[in-house]
Nanobody, 124 residues
């Protein structure tokens, strides 16, 4: 079965950095674009970043210039390097996989598989 397992979350001070990882198994990694979403308490799940097999990347405006998504197609792993973290970045971060490549890449419904999430807390 398909599994997406996130790791790397934690508590960090504002201005600090974290690197999230998502290890994928049970799917043909090259067929999937990989995304990161986040959900803060009481808020909807929101798009953070996405990367295609070709390494073409997309970012939410709120993280552009601070976060970098990358993938290792040998290790079947996608990463999210988060720098200059702000308290408003506090959320549960989810990894997701998409093979349909429709136009609605920013919406959670586009993605077929999800990880269990990892908590990121940024203190002020």
């Amino acid at each position: 079965q398909v599994q997406l397992v996130e790791s790397g979350g934690g508590l960090v001070q504002a201005g600090g950095s974290l690197r999230l990882s998502c290890a994928a198994s049970g799917l043909t990694f090259s067929n999937y674009a990989m995304g990161w979403f986040r959900q803060a308490p009481g808020k909807e799940r929101e798009f953070v970043a996405r990367i295609r097999w070709s390494a073409m990347a997309y970012y939410a405006d709120s993280v552009k210039g601070r976060f970098t998504i990358s993938r290792d197609n040998v290790k079947n792993t996608v990463y999210l390097q988060m720098n200059s973290l702000k308290p408003e970045d506090t959320a549960v971060y989810y990894c997701a996989a998409d093979s349909r490549y429709s136009s609605n890449i920013y919406h959670p419904s586009e993605y077929e598989y999800w990880g269990q999430g990892t908590q990121v807390t940024v203190s002020s």
